[in-house]
């Protein structure tokens, strides 16, 4: 049908100019395919990234609710709930939600990835490393990962693997 190949493009079209990093486009993009299925998984998500991207975390953390709300254990948009909410001070409630997800999810490379960010951010970098580590583990081709990896090393003054992760984010 039609209205699936619209759906489809627009989803795809969305994609490449968020990788692109023209987030205007991928906003259109998304929101046209919002249009056409106001539930679509991977629009509802690309739209919440873009508003991420933007500065709109309201908008974002919206995208994420209406997953949410058809999806309840969807790793990803709890993932991102939890990264908006995760801007700040350290929170337990937020602490144990994460974990609760890597027990549910122990192969979900994006969880490690934001536990090592929330380390980081609070600048604990042995358990950042330790979380970026698994996190690389399930996806050593990510350059956000790998970049990470390398500041983390870097401040537990461990240049050579500094060097080697940084090589790695290119």
Known sequence: PAAVDDLATAVEAGFTAYEAGDMAAAAEAYQSALKIDPYQRDALLGA????????????????????????????FALAGVLALGSQGETNPQLDAQLSRLLIAYPQAAHLHYLQGTLYAQRQQWGAAQLALL?????????????????????????????????????
């Open 134 to 170: 698994a996190a690389w583990q399930l996806d050593n081709h990510n350059p956000d990962i790998a970049c990470n990896l390398a500041i983390a090393f870097d401040h537990l003054q461990q240049p050579e693997e500094a060097a080697r992760f940084y090589r790695q984010a290119l």
């Open 48 to 75: 919440a990234s873009v508003a991420v991207q933007q500065g709109r975390p309201n908008d974002a953390l919206t995208y994420y609710q209406q997953r949410l709300a058809r999806a309840p254990k969807d790793d």
